[in-house]
Each structure stands twice: as C-alpha cells, then as structure tokens.
C-alpha cells in the first residue's frame, strides 16, 4: 500500500505536468524532485531512527506527507504546486528507511538479503499494481482519481501501522566520524555509485520522459501505464531470482549482466519509432 500511493499516478504524471505547464523543462525540474528530496531526507531519517530505536512514529509522519503530496499534486495547477506536491512525495518516499529497519529487524542477521529482499518483492508488487491501474482511472475519473486513490492507500498505511505493535529496534550511536567513515568504505561507496547512476537511467527514462515519447508515437494513457508496469513486472521478477542466483552465480557476474541488459533496454527507447 506504501508504494501503491506513491506510484497510482506515476505512468502519465509526466503528461500531467507537462499538460499543465506546457514546458518539457518544467517537467524534467517538478518530477526531480521526488529523487532531490528523497536524497535530503533519507540520511537525517537513517541517523533519527538509530539514535531512537523508534519506527512506528517516522513512519506515521512518512505516510501522512505522502497522502498530503498526492492531493497537492492533484489539486495543482501551476509549478510552485506541482513542485511542492512532487517534493512531498520525495519526503514521503524517505519512509522507506525506517520501513527497512522496522521489517529487517523481524530477522536474524544473516538472514539480512532474504528480508530484504522479501520487502523489496512487495514494493515491486505494489509498483506493479499501482501503475497498471493508472490509465484506466484516468479513463475513468481523469487525472485527480489516480492522486484521491494515492492518497487514500497512505490513509490504509497509517490505519494498518497503527494496529500493529512494533517492537523498539537497538539503538547506535551516530556520529560525523561514523559518517564519513561509511563514505570511506570502498564496498559501500561503490555499488553506491552504481546505484547512482541505474536510478539516473531508470527514473530519466521510465518514470520520466518515456511515457512522454510513448505518447507521441501514439500510446494512449493505458498503454502508457503498461508501459511502466512492464518494467516493474521484469524487476519483480529479478528481485524473486536475486537470492537463490546470487547462491549459485558470482555477483559480479548478475551485476554486469543486469547493467548491460539495462543499457540495451535504454538504447531500444532511443531508436523506437512504434509502441511495437
């Protein structure tokens, strides 16, 4: 339900915007967002959860922002509010830091991959649902019904949290020396940078300016749901394969395929001139 409300209206959210500021650099700005405050937030967010122990209340919050972004952003009509409803999201996205914490925490340690792993499957599923909705509640009820169904499933996140008894996590001491000496590790730094740059791909192309390509070669707003569906279905399905693969295939081996399959994927975008 968590990602449900984040991604109801992602498919044609590019056209949203860009149906209501006319501008393709509007839409590149509004949408970054969501990816600039996720960045700001995750880190502090990180560094409170360790220092309280406490996720339940992080997670609260989290939802709320999320259910009070998707309603700015459909009640928006300029930039300022289309910017500050997508900022929300962004922050709301953040949650998915105590929501780590608070499932991993279910585990032992070793089993650390297959948790999650486990949370990362759910999200996808989530994903996928959410946006193979999209085009049809559109067709339905217009753009606002995707953000009222957005915001209505963050209202379910904080109804279900709150029946749930959550146990408080070990707390850590954080500090600017612990920090920057996670920032030092190479085995952290690097399949960061990695990461760094697939979202760039990922969220430049599927999230963003796909849907707007598919639209001018013809999709509709239900294709174009597809569209974004279909990829997330690929990465529900790599993340149900990642744990028994990687016990059976060198990492780095998953890892270059996974990027060069990710590469070619780009590529076809970039040469389509047809949804077939």
Known sequence: FYWMSQYLFVPTLPEFVLERT?????VGIILSMYGLWQAVIRMPLGIAVDKTGRGKGFLVVGFLVGAAGA??????KGTAALTVGRSMNGIAAGTWV????????????????????????SGSFGRMIATSLTGWLNE?????????????????CIVIIA?????????????????AAVFRRADVLL???????????????IF??????AAQIGADQVTQSLLVSASIVSMTIGNLLNAPTVRRVPRTVVLYVTIFLFAVGIGVFVIAHTIV
């Open 22 to 26: 006319g501008s393709l650099v509007a």
């Open 71 to 76: 309603l700015v952003l459909a009640f928006g």
């Open 98 to 121: 105590p929501l780590i914490v608070v499932f991993s925490a279910l585990f032992p340690p070793r089993e650390a991959v297959v948790a999650t792993s486990l949370l990362t499957f």
């Open 140 to 156: 339905i009820g217009g753009y606002p019904l995707a953000f009222y169904l957005g915001a209505a499933a963050a209202v379910v």
């Open 163 to 179: 029946a749930m008894k959550i146990e408080r996590v070990d707390t850590h001491v954080v500090s600017a020396h612990s920090i």
């Open 191 to 205: 399949p960061s940078i990695i990461s760094a740059v697939m979202q760039f791909g990922n969220w430049a192309v």
């Open 208 to 213: 963003s300016f796909m849907p707007i390509l």
